[in-house]
């Protein structure tokens, strides 16, 4: 992978704006200010950062996230020399944020999705990676860019989140070279693990315990979904973050092959969030304009959760992956 183009692009931009994705985890956000801090480090530049959604409390930690903003407050006239987006799987992912990505002079796409398909003026796509910090600290390491602890700090928890804690099947070679590497910048693993896993509120923990305890369980326990509604988000003031972990909680059960939840936005809007021990659920959310992992991938769809869950449920029984039993 030729990383001069990069290098040179960012070198010669002026102004840089970095784009994380819509409802953003710990891949996108820690990717976001890693390549902020990166920039500053070693370009002597500020470059700006745009969130999409509200950011998940449990982020607040990161270096340099105090100086994102959120879209709702953007000059979306903007012209930015080099717009950069990070772990946007396909281009509708950056919903209103589009608009500066298209009057950009240069775009770059840093990802790791096999749904990518490569929009930008220079793309650096790694399906084979487990997350979009290991893309960006593996481009990081060719460049010869200095990383410092801030750096290091954010793009470990891009990887730790995205691997699950380095225990999902995405869990590669690099992702655990890389955190070593992290490790010996003076990155503290206990720390972040603590403010990514360990600081749930009580009201969070309850509203995850609820929509468990209401779980559905179809062929034989094999699948497993829970549907969520906003009077519920709304009864247990939880955020918008509020399901981080429950479908990896339904497919943690034994029986489970393939787990989703089914989170209302609007009133006919419905966002999926699939996980699977043996279904392309990337293929699944294909289907409805969305994409990801074969074992973790995500869509929205226009309709009510009832009618989300059905839809969903007819997707996974075409596969017939149980047909043998």
């Known amino acids: 992978m030729d990383c001069s183009q990069l290098n040179d692009i960012i070198k010669s931009s002026k102004n840089i704006l970095i784009i994380s994705h819509l409802n953003p985890d710990g891949d996108t956000l820690g990717s976001m200010c890693g390549l ?25 930690f990161l270096p340099y996230i105090n100086e994102a903003k959120h879209i709702d407050d953007y000059d979306k006239s903007r012209e930015y020399d080099l717009v950069i987006d990070v772990d946007v799987a396909a281009y509708d992912r950056m919903c209103e944020a589009s608009i500066l990505f298209e009057k950009a002079k240069y775009t770059v796409n840093i990802d790791h999705h096999k749904t990518n398909n490569s929009y930008a003026n220079l793309n650096f796509v790694s399906p084979e990676a487990s997350s979009t910090g290991e893309v960006l600290f ?12 801030n750096t290091a700090t954010a793009l470990y928890t891009a990887i730790l989140t ?16 890389y955190a070593s590497e992290m490790v010996e910048i003076g990155v503290k693993p206990s720390e972040i693990y603590k403010n990514c896993y360990e600081s749930n509120s009580k009201e969070l923990v309850q509203f995850q315990a609820y929509c468990l305890s209401k779980a559905i369980f179809e062929n034989n326990n094999k699948i497993a979904f829970t549907l969520i509604y906003k009077k519920d988000i709304e009864k247990f003031n939880v955020g918008d973050d509020c399901t981080e972990g429950l479908a990896e909680k339904l497919r943690a ?17 419905s966002k999926i969030s699939m996980r699977s021990k043996i279904v392309d659920v990337a293929e699944i959310c294909s289907v409805f304009g969305g994409g990801g992992h074969q074992q973790a991938a995500g869509c929205v769809i226009k309709s009510n959760p009832e009618e989300a869950a059905k839809r969903i449920l007819e997707e996974i029984r075409k596969r017939n992956v149980w047909q043998e039993n």
């Open 162 to 177: 995205d691997t699950g804690s380095f225990r999902f099947d995405n869990t590669g070679t690099k992702a655990f070279q």
């Open 138 to 149: 593996g481009l990081m390491k060719e460049m010869g860019w200095k990383i410092s602890l």
């Open 253 to 269: 059960i034994v029986t489970t092959d393939v787990a989703f939840i089914v989170k209302q936005i609007g009133t006919n809007i």
């Open 36 to 60: 902020y801090s990166a920039i500053k480090d070693n370009f002597k530049k500020s470059a700006d950062m745009l969130l999409l959604s509200k950011l998940p409390v449990l982020y607040e």
